[in-house]
């Protein structure tokens, strides 16, 4: 590793650092996973900035410190199965990768589920599972994860996001009409769910419904 590479990787843990992320395993994962190597190219000299990016599909990326607040919030455990909607460029699937035993990925768009399949494969994880696949529809199937993270704006009671849960199983998404909030909702050993508010949604827009093929 070069020692400017090294520099700012450094200087990118710290920024989360400064922005509340004091999870270790969180933290190490951020380090080793390069957001510039998720990005589009053209974006690799401002990866390392907390801000938004748009990655094609008119869809953007969250800022790294959104997604770490929203990964912070699952406290993911090694042995669980998670599910993330909204897989987008495969950067905050990677971050999840580091931490969870088993990580299923649905993104709407073909395109973006195809290059983010590339990028999971070159940067050598195994226990990464991605779908072109409509979250909203994807509790057909009958699995069920310890954990649900989606990229998106939900409105309630979003019962077919729900119904991808475990027992006990914890759901971070954005809730609301404005979706200003990210919450995280647990469901009880009887079906009660439990919200905690995590923080702001930025960066976030609303979870759209539905598979597209092409662009």
């Keep these: 590793m070069r020692a400017s590479e090294a520099e700012e990787r450094a200087q990118f843990t710290l920024a989360m650092r400064a922005r509340g992320v004091d999870d270790l395993t969180l933290l190490r994962a951020l380090e080793r996973v390069q ?3 998720f990005m589009p190219q053209r974006f690799a000299d401002i990866s390392g900035r907390d801000i938004a990016l748009p990655i094609g599909c008119g869809q953007t990326s969250p800022p790294p410190s959104t997604l770490a607040a929203m990964i912070a919030a699952l406290r993911i455990a090694p042995s ?17 990768a580091q931490m969870a035993k088993q990580v299923t990925s649905l993104e709407r768009f073909q395109t973006l589920a195809l290059e983010a399949k590339a990028r999971i494969s070159a940067f050598g994880l195994s226990n990464v599972e991605i779908l072109c696949a409509d979250g909203f529809d994807f509790h057909q199937t009958g699995r069920r994860f310890d954990k649900v993270i989606a990229h998106g704006i939900i409105e309630p009671p979003a019962r077919e996001i729900l119904s991808l849960l475990a027992p006990e199983g914890a759901l971070v998404a954005a809730f609301g009409a404005k979706g200003e909030r990210i919450v995280r909702l647990t469901l009880g050993a009887e079906g009660p769910v ?22």
Excluded: D, F, M
């Design 35 to 37: 957001r510039a190597l």
């Design 194 to 215: 439990h919200v905690t508010e995590v923080g702001p949604a930025r960066g976030l827009r609303p979870l759209e419904r539905g598979v597209s093929r092409g662009l």
């Design 80 to 96: 669980e199965r998670v599910c993330e909607i909204g897989t987008g460029t495969g950067y905050c699937t990677a971050l999840l």
